[in-house]
């Protein structure tokens, strides 16, 4: 099956007049763009429990600075958000 699929994938950039260089580099591109999506999707991820944990846990009782520390992550967890959907629209385009 996955013969099938690489044979099928070089077969179109064949015909396109693609090259074996450009089929590396859009590899690489295709690479890149999972790892930059993986790695949003685990800063989102756990800036999200930290926030939870801020706000619910046993650290909360520990911050001295939890009114700080909250909006800071809040603004953070956002920006990283929209960076990840930007980086995927961009990608994909």
Same mark, same amino acid.
């Given at each position: @099956?996955?013969?099938? +699929?690489? %044979?099928?994938?070089? =077969?179109?950039?064949?015909?396109?007049? /693609?090259? *074996?260089?450009?089929?590396?580099?859009?590899?690489?591109?295709?690479?890149?763009?999972?790892?930059?999506?993986?790695?949003?999707?685990? @800063?989102?991820?756990? +800036?999200? %429990?930290?926030?939870? =944990?801020?706000?619910?846990?046993?650290? /909360?009782? *520990?911050?001295?600075?939890?009114?700080?520390?909250?909006?800071?992550?809040?603004?953070?967890?956002?920006?990283?958000?929209?960076?990840?959907?930007?980086?995927? +629209?961009?990608?994909?385009?």
């Amino acid at each position: @099956m996955l013969i099938h +699929l690489q %044979l099928f994938g070089w =077969q179109t950039f064949k015909r396109v007049g /693609a090259s *074996l260089t450009i089929n590396r580099i859009y590899k690489l591109l295709l690479i890149l763009l999972i790892t930059i999506q993986l790695s949003l999707f685990f @800063m989102v991820v756990s +800036l999200g %429990l930290w926030i939870d =944990q801020l706000w619910n846990g046993q650290i /909360a009782q *520990l911050a001295l600075l939890a009114f700080v520390y909250k909006p800071v992550f809040i603004v953070v967890l956002i920006v990283s958000g929209y960076a990840s959907i930007m980086s995927m +629209l961009l990608f994909t385009i």
